[in-house]
């Protein structure tokens, strides 16, 4: 048996990953059977998979949500707080804001841009952690994430997945990249209230 993958065929391998098959980068995710997938699941017999970058609709999903993670970590290794919320799209942007009354500021906003450039740079692995919604709520609040802790108590889901980076735990929605270094390029800088997210949309 077979794997496809962008139309070439590999042999079937029990418990392999996309990513062990082929070389993925530039990619991001992919779609298995039509299904988004990271690239880190395991390819079944005779699927068809298509590798997905930040220029199809899904893998920008993908790279944005994984850029929002990163920003996270950024603002809590910066700041010491997890701090900030996604508030809405501006059109190629999205602005963010603090929840803890922090100030937002340009000197602010630029040291967060290089810790996530540093982030970026370091390749680190992004690990799912699936976990009774329970245990899930748990573990942000003893790593001091109570926003995401609040967020997720009541949602009508048995198993919630976490994102590990660097340590700590996210909670996000989607699939996102494997890795950090997937994100290419981005802008983090002050605006109003608050910052504005920066990132290459989908053609």
Do not use: W
Not at 29 to 50: C, F, M, R, W, Y
Not at 66 to 93: D, H, W
Request: positive net charge; aromatic residues 12%; contains cysteine.
């Amino acid at each position: 048996m077979m794997v496809y993958i962008n139309g070439t065929g590999f042999p079937y391998t029990e418990n392999q990953s996309i990513q062990d098959y082929t070389d993925t980068t530039p990619y991001i995710a992919a779609a298995a059977n039509h299904k988004l997938v990271s690239l880190d699941t395991p390819a079944h017999k005779g699927e068809d998979i298509q590798l997905l970058d930040a220029n199809s609709k899904s893998g920008f999903f993908c790279y944005r949500q994984t850029l929002f993670l990163i920003m996270a970590l950024a603002c809590r290794e910066v700041t010491g707080y997890y701090c900030i919320r996604v508030r809405q799209s501006i059109n190629k942007a999205t602005f963010c804001q603090f929840i803890n009354g922090q100030k937002p500021t340009a000197a602010l906003a630029d040291s967060i841009k290089v810790r996530m450039q540093q982030i970026i740079d370091a390749n680190l692995p992004i690990e799912k952690v699936v976990l009774p919604r329970k245990d899930a709520v748990a573990l942000l609040q003893d790593e001091g994430n109570s926003d995401s802790a609040e967020q997720i108590q009541n949602l009508a889901r048995k198993t919630l997945t976490l994102y590990k980076v660097n340590n700590r735990h996210f909670f996000m929605d989607g699939v996102l990249a494997v890795r950090t270094g997937s994100i290419t390029k981005f802008d983090f800088t002050f605006y109003g209230e608050g910052f504005l997210l920066r990132y290459p949309n989908y053609r």
